[in-house]
Every structure is written in structure tokens, then in C-alpha cells.
């Protein structure tokens, strides 16, 4: 048996998260109306398989949620942490400048609406080359052009922390 990776939500994105899921199901049990072309069924079923796919995830993440608590404050790049990373060669960064460019984000996961923070997925290819990294550890990732980016991780903060 598998344990998922735990997903930190403040109370207000697990409230989200519960009413979207039940306006989802309300409209996938209603149905889709429409006419009998072939054009209309098959955007009836495009729309009722991205249903049933976000349904499906955030089943995934209430049912792996920690609502209301904090991932311990050990400074680890781990899901649910404020990251503030800089960027080794920011020539390498999209309107990167010399010097080391930081930016600061939230490693958290893609569907929880956590205001206006920046997220990253830990599945994307700085979350993962982040993820695990511990205060002043440089790391590596493939950038989509080929190149290579060294990021360092300057500090790592709960998001219940981070948000204070």
C-alpha cells in the first residue's frame, strides 16, 4: 500500500476545493443538453471527460489533504513551503539579468487556489530538481530549450508562515 504525499491547504483552498467538487458532480449528473450532431456530441463528451478528470483530482488532493497545518518548518524544499531560489546564470531565465535573479514561490500542487502566490508543481522540472533541497543547495535542471539551470535555494518557510 502506497501513502500519497501529504497536500497542505489552509482551510479557505479546502473550502474551495469542496464547493468546486460539488458544483462539478451537480453538473455531471445533470447532464449535457444540446443537439443530436455529431459535432455536439462530441463536445459533450470532451467536456464531461475534463469533468470527471477534475473531479478525479480533486478527489486526489481532499483525500491526501492537511488542512490547517503547516509542513514542519526544517527549512527542506518539500510540498506546502514558500521557496525563494536564485537563479545561478540568469542569462538562462526569461528577462534574467546578470547578478542572480531570485524569485520566490509556493511548491505546492496545481488546482488549489492559494491567492497570489506563484505555484510551482513539484512534478515540474524546477520542482523537481528543488524538491528535497535543503538552505544554500544548488541544484540542476533541464530547461525545455536543452540548456542547463543552476538554482540555489536561499530559504525554505511554511506557506502558513510565509503568509503571516
Known amino acids: 500500500m502506497t501513502t500519497a504525499t501529504p497536500v ?4 479557505e483552498a479546502h473550502a ?3 464547493n468546486e467538487l460539488e458544483v462539478l458532480r451537480r453538473w455531471a449528473s445533470a447532464g449535457v443538453d444540446g ?3 455529431d459535432a455536439a456530441d462530441s463536445n459533450a463528451v470532451a467536456v464531461r471527460r475534463a469533468q470527471q478528470g477534475r473531479i478525479q483530482q480533486i478527489h486526489d488532493m481532499l483525500a491526501a489533504a492537511v488542512v490547517g497545518e503547516d509542513p514542519p518548518n526544517d527549512g527542506v524544499a518539500e510540498l ?3 521557496l ?3 537563479f545561478e546564470d540568469s542569462a538562462a531565465v526569461p528577462g534574467g ?3 542572480g535573479d531570485t524569485e520566490t514561490f509556493l511548491l505546492g500542487v496545481r488546482g488549489a487556489d492559494y491567492g497570489d502566490i506563484e505555484v510551482y508543481s513539484v512534478k515540474s522540472p524546477l520542482g523537481e530538481a528543488i524538491c528535497g533541497a535543503r538552505t544554500g543547495e544548488r541544484r540542476e535542471y533541464l530547461l525545455p530549450t536543452g540548456g542547463v ?3 540555489t535555494l536561499l ?3 511554511p506557506y502558513g508562515l510565509h503568509a503571516r
Open 97 to 99: 539579468s546578470a547578478g
Open 155 to 157: 530559504s525554505a518557510v
Open 16 to 18: 474551495r476545493l469542496l
Open 35 to 37: 443537439d443530436d450532431s
Open 8 to 11: 497542505w491547504l489552509t482551510p
Open 80 to 82: 506546502g513551503m514558500v
Open 84 to 86: 525563494t531560489v536564485r
Open 149 to 151: 539551470q543552476a538554482v
